[in-house]
């Protein structure tokens, strides 16, 4: 997350330019010397280079600083001037907390733009690097095989980029290990990473240290926020606030905040209150008592139930919180928690992405501080009572954003048009974009939820609900990466409260997702453990799906002898439960695994069986499939002319059915029967009438095969 940008609304500018006379301020500030300093390691040769090597991966320049020195903010401006852009371009830039991405001009050293990512979340946990490189891959619009591991997705980062001509910010680096992984193995990308110290293991990394601004840039930053003549009438005691303030941008933002929403107060008077706070701080490292002194002097001004809403944006997920999670977080009103946001913005306490439907992002910087202030002063059972209702309020948004994409009479509008109308979504439009937005918090809530342990039932609904939202509005196939996420977080709470329904019910959701993505035998473990779960909780349908499931992951791997048992016991428990469609459904499946191994009477009396089946639910269409399926097994066999009788049975079905494209396939099936009993005459005829049933294009269209049908 950003650590501080120096202005929460205006553009950026380059560093250290004049803004005239009531101009908007710039974003970033002064770093002349720093940004030199970067500029010319860019273009110093490497150690390969003066080897006489070619340079295999991309040069890395560090800043290192401690939260709240403007790292952040001057590897987003190094960037953005290095692809001559402007970071604002990129619409989730404001606050800091989310990937975002600008796009290159075309031109230049880096024409492909800057990609940003941060590797520490708020609450100073490591983003691990498959989620990071989840970030980087969503920001270059390419897909994300679900439940792929850290090396394939870094692989697949590397190999992307190695195409691209981009610089790539690291934000908040805690180690090399978190760096290496994803560097481009392309010289002519750069990175840019910031930590707070160096980063070992790193080859040739060019480190920048940062200290604190040098102080006629301080001085000029307290006078943007509240004016020059503040400072005119008092230089030195403002001169001595930025000596007091470390240097610091962050602490000179909150306190020019304070000085700006305080118009009579001098600054002599904030330099005073800065002195007379008590050293509560003391076990805190010298360099962070700053930061920590002025946010406790902005902190201990506010109105009490302004101060504690602030104390407990520490729980908002990813850093990132809206009016209701606010307002959940506070049990107060959307309009009350939404104008106190914004005090807060001007406050320079957060940040915030602008859009109509803002969110606020609580600087990286702020986010340990404001936790330490919220554990000084609520008590536990509080803090847990307002965990619970964001995640209340959650659960009731996102099944709001679910609902409207139902129809009108459902059961689900119904239910919709009972909730209050700040919790609903006026369309489908609305909440789509509600989601996309807000899925970064979403996902993160769903992760500490989980991770708490003290709140499972809350979670469990927060992540079923989120499930299916993600469902609705993007589909399952889009959002596979983030639903296997989701299904882990379930299996990690079906495992710790011991819940063998949903245990299994999770591990056959990540054992489908296994299996889309050719991961068999992962998904084979997966099917066979749910099988376990699925008995332990006496839940049939459960034990049936993960029976015909193994007997599927078999089928594929080429077993189909362990596939045909399998097949058979899910067959056997169906027929005890009278389940006719499943019944047709997996006698189709033994018919094919019996056709794969070449046992073709077994094959023969299954697809019989399965038309019989289809016949009794009234599916002509399905009869059809399954007796021309049978003609195929009688050709195998080498029987043609029994296979052209069933064959012409099938196409009569279809008829019946009409089926227009199945009658069309199954004539060129005849066709190809009787080509190969030296009838060419009438092989023509059903060509001909195939070509007629689908308008000259029946050469182009084939039956699928008996395992995709079935």
């Keep these: ?52 090597r070619k340079a295999p991966r991309a040069r890395v320049l560090l800043i290192a600083g401690r939260p ?3 790292r952040s903010a001057l590897a987003e401006a190094l960037a953005g001037a290095l692809c001559g852009t402007d970071v604002r371009r990129a619409p989730e830039s404001g606050t800091g907390a989310l990937p975002w991405a600008v796009p290159g001009t075309g031109s ?32 270059l619009e390419l897909a994300v095989p679900p439940g792929a591991g850290q090396d394939e997705l870094s692989g697949m980062v590397r190999a992307a980029l190695a195409a691209r001509r981009v610089v790539l910010v690291l934000d908040d680096a805690a180690d090399a290990e978190q760096v290496d992984p994803l560097l481009p193995d392309d010289p002519d990308c750069l990175v840019v990473a910031t930590a ?45 606030l930025a000596e007091a303030c470390g240097g610091q941008p962050a602490a000179l933002v909150l306190v020019g905040g304070w000085l700006a929403a305080h118009p009579m107060a001098t600054v002599a008077d904030v330099a005073r209150r800065l002195r007379e706070l008590p050293d509560s701080d003391e076990q805190q490292p010298a360099g962070a008592r700053p930061l920590a002194r002025a946010l406790r002097l902005v902190h201990d001004s506010l109105p009490q139930a302004a101060a504690r809403i602030l104390r407990l944006l520490a729980l908002a997920p990813a850093g990132l919180a809206d009016a209701h999670t606010a307002s959940a977080l506070a049990g107060c009103s959307i309009s009350a928690a939404e104008s106190t946001l914004e005090d807060f913005v001007r406050l320079g306490l957060l940040r915030t992405d602008g859009a109509a439907h803002p969110q606020y992002g609580v600087p990286g910087c702020l986010a340990p501080l404001l936790r330490a202030l919220m554990e000084d002063r609520d008590r536990p059972a509080e803090i847990q009572l307002a965990r619970a209702r964001m995640l209340e309020r959650t659960v009731r948004r996102l099944q709001s954003c679910r609902a409207v994409t139902e ?15 700040s919790l609903r979504f006026p369309n489908a439009e609305e909440a789509g974009v509600w989601l996309r937005l807000r899925q970064p918090a979403l996902l993160a809530s769903a992760r500490l939820a989980v991770a708490d342990g003290e709140l499972d039932t809350l979670a469990r609904r927060l992540v079923a609900a989120l499930v299916r939202a993600l469902a ?57 453990a ?6 332990a909780a006496r839940d049939l349908y459960a034990t049936g799906r993960a029976m015909e499931s193994v007997g599927g992951a078999y089928a594929e791997l080429g077993d189909f002898h362990r596939a045909a048992d399998w097949y ?103 066709a190809d029967t009787l080509d190969r009993l030296g009838d060419p005459a009438a092989a023509g005829l059903h060509r001909g009438a195939a070509d007629r049933l689908l308008g000259g294009e029946g050469a182009a269209y084939e039956i699928r095969s008996p395992s995709a049908e079935n």
């Design 196 to 240: 707070t110290g160096p980063l070992t293991g790193v080859p040739d990394v060019r480190p920048c240290a940062l200290g604190g601004l040098e102080a006629g840039a301080c001085v000029r930053l307290l006078a943007r926020a509240i004016g020059q003549v503040r400072i005119t009438v008092d230089p030195r005691t403002a001169e001595a």
């Design 407 to 421: 129809p009108e009479d459902s059961g689900a509008r119904r239910r919709l048009a009972g909730l209050p109308r």
């Design 108 to 139: 230049g050293d880096y024409p492909d733009g800057i990609l940003r990512v941060g590797l520490t979340r708020p609450g100073g946990e490591r983003v691990p690097t498959e989620q990071t490189a989840q970030e980087i891959l969503g920001l």
């Design 472 to 528: 609705a509005h993007r589909g399952t196939e889009d959002a596979a990466p983030e639903l296997y996420g989701l299904h882990s977080l379930v299996l990690d709470v079906a495992v710790r409260r011991d819940l063998p329904r949903e245990r299994a019910a999770a591990l056959l959701n990540l054992a489908d997702l296994d299996a889309r993505t050719g991961r068999t035998r992962d998904a084979l473990t997966r099917y066979r």
């Design 1 to 52: 997350m950003t650590d501080q940008a120096v202005d929460t609304s205006g553009p950026a500018e380059a560093a250290g330019t004049e803004e005239p006379p009531g101009a908007a301020p710039p974003r970033f500030f002064g770093r002349e010397r720093e940004l030199k300093a970067l500029r010319a390691d860019i273009e110093r040769a490497g150690l390969d280079t003066l080897a006489g």
């Design 530 to 535: 749910a099988l376990d779960a699925g008995r």
């Design 568 to 670: 058979g016991r899910a067959l056997a428990q169906r027929l005890t439960q009278g389940e006719r469609a499943d019944e047709a459904r997996l006698y189709g499946r033994l018919g094919a695994v019996h056709t794969y191994a070449g046992r073709y009477g077994e094959a023969l009396r299954n697809w019989r069986a399965a038309a019989a089946g289809h016949r009794r639910l009234g599916d002509l269409a399905a009869q059809a499939r399954a007796v021309s399926e049978a003609a195929r097994v009688q050709e195998y066999a080498g029987r043609p002319q029994e296979s052209l009788q069933t064959c012409r049975e099938a196409v009569e079905l279809a008829r019946r059915a009409d089926d227009v494209r199945l009658q069309a396939a199954l004539q060129l099936r005849l």
């Design 68 to 70: 709240g020195s403007g």
